[in-house]
């Protein structure tokens, strides 16, 4: 039975589609794009400041890692409730949630900040993961539904560019967000930092109020739809190319983390300090930035499914290249090589994961998607650090580069089913 979603969010079908500028004013799209692109420079904000902090408490780059498992490691439990809360529940306050408890998350560890100064030793160090963990408790309960919320605020035609725009605000967010964050360990001390990323999420949230965005789909009664997740993993694993598109995900999650986790190891064996650490996790985000542009030029005259080989092929090489950097500047530029090919992949693979997902399913396979994305994140960090303490910083970069390999393999687009049929999925 197909649904409609409800109120006057559904456009009428004979409006031509809108340009990426007339999207991003749209009242309720566009709260949406500029309350991520704020919020987003919060998170990162709050995870390069507790990546600095917690580096200078202890001294090892497992407990950096740490930091994103505290953030991330909700994903693997949760997000399958959570995507399920999206499909049958109220999208508008899910996301709502999720911003109230990112701003607890990063306000806690202000606060502790205050009282106690900058963080100092393992105690310390613990007191950031706990308020981080909260953090990660708002990506997982609002991230589904920001997800899944975006073909309910577009017209027909407009999803390539919506699932773009929808990626850029934490691509730009990661270039500005680590130098904001840097710049005010540095210069003034963590909580001020801390502080500052709690007020962006405070702001998205009056946002998202005042767009009164759409709750969901309409249900009725008697309707006896299935709304569990196996109905959903049963979905997944019938469709091969679907699962392979998760997969790319993943990859691009977890071969994203180095950037974070091993920048502070990265700035000390180059010489750097704390704007060093900055420098290169920005890089990786003007690389994204850039990978935007060259990805919406490309996916007009290409299928969506090879220009995101061409992403995984760009992570591949910056990453192993990365291994061998001796010097800040060849860093810089490989990190934002990686960036480029990072949303590259991750935008062209959501886009086709949008087309092919029936809409009664999207909470709860956009909800894979942050397992994959977001969840593979904590392994990644826990695997990069202990890595790089263990044996070498070369080390963690080559596994990622390897891993990034065997999806290339996996992921070849001549032997998927991209067919029409495919791309708009079965209505149930």
């Known amino acids: 039975m197909t649904r409609q979603p409800t109120g006057s969010q559904t456009p009428a079908p004979t409006l031509p589609p809108r340009g990426s500028f007339r999207l991003i004013m749209d009242p309720q799209f566009g709260a949406i794009f500029w309350g991520k692109l704020l919020s987003g420079t919060g998170v990162w904000i709050h995870a390069i400041v507790a990546a600095i902090v917690v580096f200078a408490a202890t001294g090892s780059a ?3 890692g740490l930091v994103s498992v505290a953030q991330f490691i909700p994903q693997l439990f949760l997000s399958p409730l959570s995507g399920k809360w999206a499909d049958r529940g109220n999208l508008a306050f899910q996301l709502l949630l999720g911003r109230v408890l990112c701003i607890i998350g990063s306000g806690l560890i202000a606060i502790w900040c205050w009282v106690q100064g900058d963080p100092q030793g393992y105690a310390g160090a613990s ?21 899944s919320i975006i073909p309910l605020l577009i017209r027909p035609g407009e999803l390539g560019a919506a699932m773009g725009l929808n990626s850029l605000p934490m691509t730009l967010a990661r270039v500005v967000g680590p130098a904001i964050g840097a710049a005010i360990a540095a210069q003034f001390a963590a909580a001020p930092a801390f502080a500052v990323a709690a007020l962006t999420h405070l702001v998205f949230a009056v946002m998202l109020l005042a767009a009164s965005l759409p709750q969901g789909v309409e249900r009725d009664a008697a309707d006896d739809t299935d709304f569990s997740v196996r109905s959903a993993l049963r979905h997944v694993r019938g469709d091969r190319t679907l699962l392979l598109l998760l997969l790319v995900v ?20 180059l010489g750097g300090d704390s704007h060093l ?29 090879w220009v995101t080989q061409v992403g995984l092929i760009l992570m591949t090489l910056g990453t192993a290249g990365l291994a061998f950097a001796g010097h800040a500047v060849v860093a810089l530029v490989l990190f934002g090589v990686v960036g480029s090919g990072f949303m590259i992949a991750l935008t062209g693979a959501t886009t086709l994961i ?23 994140r904590p392994l990644a960090a826990s ?39 495919a ?3 079965v209505q149930v």
């Open 250 to 269: 993943t990859a691009a999650g977890f071969a994203s983390e180095p950037s974070m986790t091993l920048a502070p190891t990265f700035a000390e064996e």
């Open 383 to 421: 695997l990069d650090g202990w890595l790089a303490d263990s044996l070498s910083l070369a080390a963690p970069l080559l596994v990622t580069a390897g891993l990034l390999v065997v999806v290339l393999v996996c992921f070849r687009p001549g032997r998927l089913d991209f067919s029409d049929a």
């Open 62 to 64: 497992l407990w950096v």
């Open 354 to 376: 949008q087309q092919r997902v029936p809409p009664l399913l999207r909470g709860r396979v956009m909800a894979l998607w942050f397992m994959g994305f977001i969840g593979s």
């Open 127 to 147: 007191a950031v993961l706990a308020g981080s963990f909260i953090v990660g408790l708002g990506f997982v309960v609002g991230g589904p539904a920001q997800q």
């Open 423 to 425: 791309r708009q999925g």
């Open 277 to 305: 650490v900055g420098q290169l996790t920005g890089a990786f985000g003007l690389g994204a930035a850039l990978g935007y542009v060259a990805y919406s030029r490309a996916s007009r005259r290409r299928p969506q499914e």
